[in-house]
Structures are given as C-alpha cells and as structure tokens.
T-cell receptor, first 113, second 114 residues
Framework: GDSVTQMEGPVTLSEEAFLTINCTYT??????LFWYVQYPGEGLQLLLKATKADDKGSNKGFEATYRKETTSFHLEKGSVQVSDSAVYFC????????????FGIGTKLQVIP | NAGVTQTPKFRILKIGQSMTLQCAQDMNHNYMYWYRQDPGMGLKLIYY???????DKGEVPNGYNVSRSTTEDFPLRLELAAPSQTSVYFC?????????????FGDGTRLSIL
C-alpha cells in the first residue's frame, strides 16, 4: 500500500537558517503530493502541492519538487522565521473511489530568535 | 468565509458515554472526511462521504458512526466511549474526489475519555 516517511522531529533552527524536511513515499500509481502545515491549536492547511513528476510547488517561500526517480518531495525554505514554527505534514493522494490521502507522521519545526 | 467548522473544540467524556462531534462546511463540497490524529501516528481516516446520503468506512471505523443527510453537515458519533478514542478529531472536505485536489480542514475537536 501507499506510505509516506518523514522525520518526526522536533527540528530546531535559528531564525534565518535554511530548512529542509525530508519526505519520501511509496505508491502504486501516480499520486499527487502535498505539504500541509498545522499551527498550534489549528487544523491542517495546504502549504503547497505538485501533481506530476518534476513539478515544483511553492508558497510563502517554501518549495518542494516532485522527484519520481527518488520518490521524494523534500520541503525547503531559504530563511525561516519564528512564525514558521508549526508541524509540517507530507501527504500523497492517489486515485481511487474517493480521495485517499496518506499522511506522514508530521515534523515539528521550532524556530528560535 | 467560515470554511469547515467543528464543534465542540474540547470535550471530556467518561467511559461508556456517547457524544456527537459536529462538522459543517459552507463551500458546497461533495466530499467530506473524518480523521483522528494521534501523537507520532499522523492522521488516520475514520469515515468518508462522497455526497449526501452516501458514507463509507475508512481505515479505523470501529467504535464510530456517521451520517450525511445534507451536503453541509457530516456528524461523527461515538456510541460507547473508550479510552482508546482519546484523540484529536479533524473533519475535512474537498470539491471532488480527484487526487490533485487539496482537502480543507476544520480546527479539530480535542476529546479525552476518562
């Protein structure tokens, strides 16, 4: 079956540091890939997505590229801010009778001033 | 624009009690979902619905029931609360079942069973 692997963290960075959160996946078909962000006390919000190989999703300075050859969708940001502190979920969505989404366990990011 | 609204935000139940978690969306989405989020486990799908009157089981349906009488509402019912159901519950919706569509989440219901 489908699966998503990401580190749980926490990842602690100083403000303006470079961020990478790794995400790898296994899927039988050709899934769409997502990064969701969850701020404390809130639900998940879409951060970015990519729907086919070599697509790059980007939003709010975050980027991720759909790499089919390495089955990866790593999240990057060049300079993190304190306001980026949150939990980040990698997810894949495969074709089926409904929108079956498989989530990673979430990576907690803490950015310190 | 309210999006997906969940009530209550917090609840403490005793073992064996029952309750209904409410979920409403105002985006006219056909697809709705209930997830539970446990520490270190990501989100697991409990039930989903592809439209009014149609529901089906997800990965972890035991101990729960749902109904979908309208497009807007998708309540989740716990009949006999057990400590294993202590979790954070999220309702989500999407426009279609296409794999490239994002899901829109509510802010969650934090439920403790004591």
């Amino acid at each position: 079956g489908d699966s998503v692997t990401q580190m749980e963290g926490p990842v602690t960075l100083s403000e303006e540091a470079f961020l990478t959160i790794n995400c790898t996946y296994t899927a039988t078909g050709y899934p769409s890939l997502f990064w969701y962000v969850q701020y404390p006390g809130e639900g998940l919000q879409l951060l970015l997505k990519a729907t086919k190989a070599d697509d790059k999703g980007s939003n709010k300075g975050f980027e991720a590229t759909y790499r089919k050859e390495t089955t990866s969708f790593h999240l990057e940001k060049g300079s993190v801010q304190v306001s980026d502190s949150a939990v980040y979920f990698c997810a894949l969505s495969d074709i089926g009778s409904y929108q079956k989404v498989t989530f990673g366990i979430g990576t907690k990011l803490q950015v310190i001033p | 624009n309210a999006g997906v609204t969940q009530t209550p935000k917090f609840r403490i139940l005793k073992i064996g009690q029952s309750m209904t978690l409410q979920c409403a969306q105002d985006m006219n989405h056909n697809y709705m979902y209930w997830y539970r989020q446990d520490p270190g486990m990501g989100l697991k799908l409990i039930y989903y619905s592809v439209g009014a009157g149609i529901t089906d089981k997800g990965e972890v349906p035991n101990g729960y029931n749902v109904s979908r009488s309208t497009t807007e509402d998708f309540p989740l019912r716990l009949e006999l609360a057990a400590p294993s159901q202590t979790s954070v519950y999220f309702c989500a919706s999407s426009t279609t079942g296409d794999s490239n569509q994002p899901q829109h989440f509510g802010d969650g219901t934090r439920l403790s069973i004591l």
